[in-house]
Structures are given as C-alpha cells and as structure tokens.
C-alpha cells in the first residue's frame, strides 16, 4: 500500500482530499488547526460536539457539529471526503469519565473504533494508506502507590500498565485497537490488504496551553492555578504540593503531532511514544505562579480521588524513543515555559 502524500487539493477522484480532525473544538484541536492552516491546508475537515468558533470554522474547508459515534456522519464524510489523514483527539477526560463511565467508554473507545474502521474503509477505496494520529495519555499508567512511584523514576512506555481510570483505560485499549487496525486487521480475510492504517500515537504528559484552560481533566490544577493567578482569582489546588507528573505546553504537543505525522514510516520502531518536557510538583508550579503574579492567592485543598489519580501517573517519563525514531525535542523546559510562553502570553491575554 503506497504512503499517504499530503494531496492538497482534488484528487483524481470526485471527492476532496481533506485531513479529518476530531475534537476540534478542544485546546490540541484549535492550535492543531491553527498551525496546519499556517503550514498551507486548506483540506482541513473539523468534527466536534459544539459549534466550533468562528475564528476556527474560517481555517477549515468544511467543520461539522456532531458526535464521532454517529456512524451515519462517519458514513457522509466517507462519501464526501476522500481522508488520507486523521488526527483523532475527540476524548472525554478523566476527571469527567468517572462522573459517566460507560458514556466515556463509548465515546473514547467506541468513537476510535469508528474511526479506525473509516480509516481503513478510507484506505481501501482510495488505495493509499490512511495516516491515524492519536493522543494517548499518562493516564494509561497505573502506579499502586507512592513508594512506587519515587522508585520508578522515568518510565518506559511499558511500564505500569494497569491504569485506574476510565479514561487511561480507554486510551490504553484504544492504543491497542490502533496496532491491531495497522498490522493485523482481518488478518484471516481471504481478500485482506495490509497496511491500510497507519496508526501513530503518543502520550501526552498534562498540558498547558496559554490561550485555552482545559476541561475536565486531572492534570488541569496546573493550567487552572496559572489562568487564576493572572486573572487575579484565588485558587485552591485539588492535589498535594509535592503532587507530580510530567507536562508539557501546547506548541510543543502540537509540534511534538506535526513532527509524528511527517515521520518517515520506515523510522518509527515502535507505535506508541511517551513523551515529556518538564515535570514539576504542583509546589513547584505555585512558587513560580507566586513569582510571577505576587498578589496570587493559592492554597492546596486536595481532592482525596482526584490526589488518586494523579499519584497513579508516574512522576517522569522516558521519552527516550520519540527524541530517537523522530526528532522529538521540546522548545520549552519548566523556566521557558513560563518565561518565554505562559507568562507573556496570559499576561496579554488578560490585560485586554
Ligand atoms: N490531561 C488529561 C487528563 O487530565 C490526561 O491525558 O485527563
């Protein structure tokens, strides 16, 4: 099966190419749109439950408002758009998955399920292998306690599998419906293709964005205690001081998805990476955010189920693969991060 090839406009066929992406309307979907469009789509077809902004919907050549389990919108866009590329972030978090379970699961697992089969459907009408872009997450570990945890240190993408959220449960298994769909789909078919999917992920350490606050996340106490901060509103944090896991800002998660997609095939040893930037106690953020903003008024009243979760992520990953197969190197480590991006960034922000 020959490698997808950017097409950039009309194909040979009827219908446009178009680069799918779902979860549009998130913090990954605006900046991945944004830095897409600035790289010359003009072939970007945005999915999301809300009615994506304006400013959003003008960078897209077509967006739809609905949900990724609708197989009858799956099936329209199968016979509209001819996807050789799909950057699958529709996802409830984790922090809302354990108010509804079974709809997370639906919806994490099920809508992935979807896709990957338009992937591959995709792929065989149009002969070229579809490329299939998915975050995973630090949610997909589970660490059984503390003392764990300091031991682990870094860990490997094979490490400590065993997550205790819905949500890490999703992407965990969702990472394996990936590598099923790339290598072994009806692989006792008399008329399989191989290679329909090209199925590539990551997991994203917690993420911080200067433009957007997450939500309904479990590492959002970092994000939210920086917008709070710089709009002068007190914060009380819902994990400890010495709470930690790894994060990473929005440019580099988005460039960290670029730099993945344009990966030569042939130089990815592995379907899924970890990766990581900085990795700060939620302490640490607070002094910075303290520095930074000295009228800042944070306290740490920590949330006993949500402190679980966040002591089940390991404190630091080994990304060691990713830098390796393609080039993964963050611009921002914790002092850039809030020096030469957060700060100036929310500080204008706010002040308009
Ligand atoms: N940021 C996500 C969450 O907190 C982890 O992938 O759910």
């Not at 009408?125 to 031991?151: E, M, N, Q, W």
């Not at 072994?184 to 199925?199: E, N």
């Not at 997609?261 to 990766?275: D, H, K, S």
Request: proline share 5%; net charge negative; glycine share 8%.
């Amino acid at each position: 099966m020959k490698t997808p090839e950017n097409p950039s406009s009309q194909s040979g066929s009827r219908r446009n190419a178009a680069v799918l992406i779902t979860g549009a309307g998130g913090e990954v979907g605006h900046g991945l749109i944004r830095a897409l469009s600035a790289a010359g789509h003009r072939d970007i077809v945005a999915i999301d439950i809300r009615e994506l902004d304006a400013e959003i919907r003008e960078l897209c050549m077509e967006t739809f408002v609905g949900d990724i389990c609708d197989e009858a919108l799956l099936g329209r866009l199968m016979a509209t758009f001819e996807v050789y590329e799909i950057f699958h972030l529709a996802a409830l978090l984790s922090t809302r998955a354990e108010f509804s379970p079974e709809t997370a699961h639906d919806v994490n697992v099920g809508g992935t399920l979807g896709l990957l089969r338009l992937a591959s459907e995709q792929a065989r009408s149009h002969g070229a292998s579809v490329r299939f872009v998915f975050p995973s997450s630090i949610a997909a570990y589970g660490i059984s306690d503390l003392a764990t945890k300091a031991a682990a240190g870094k860990v490997r993408e094979d490490q400590f599998l065993e997550p205790i959220t819905m949500y890490g449960c999703n992407k965990l298994y969702c990472e394996h419906l990936g590598r099923y769909y790339a290598r072994h789909y009806r692989m006792l078919a008399k008329d399989r293709v191989p290679d329909l999917v090209d199925f590539r992920s990551v997991r994203f350490p917690g993420l911080i964005s200067s433009d957007t606050v997450p939500s309904g996340g479990t590492s959002d106490f970092a994000p939210e205690m920086i917008h709070a901060a710089a709009k002068g509103e007190p914060y009380a944090c819902f994990v400890r001081a010495d709470a930690q896991i790894p994060f990473m800002t929005m440019p580099d998660a988005i460039e960290a998805l670029l730099a993945l997609a344009a990966a030569p095939r042939e130089q990815l040893t592995q379907q899924v990476y970890n990766l990581g930037a900085f990795a700060p106690t939620a302490g640490e953020i607070a002094d910075l955010v303290a520095d930074a903003f000295p009228g800042a008024r944070i306290t740490f009243a920590p949330d006993t189920q949500r402190q679980a979760i966040v002591d089940s992520w390991p404190a630091d990953v080994d990304d060691t693969a990713a830098r390796r197969d393609w080039g993964f190197a963050p611009r921002h480590d914790l002092a850039s991060a809030f020096g030469e991006y957060l700060l100036p960034n929310i500080r204008a922000r706010y002040a308009r």
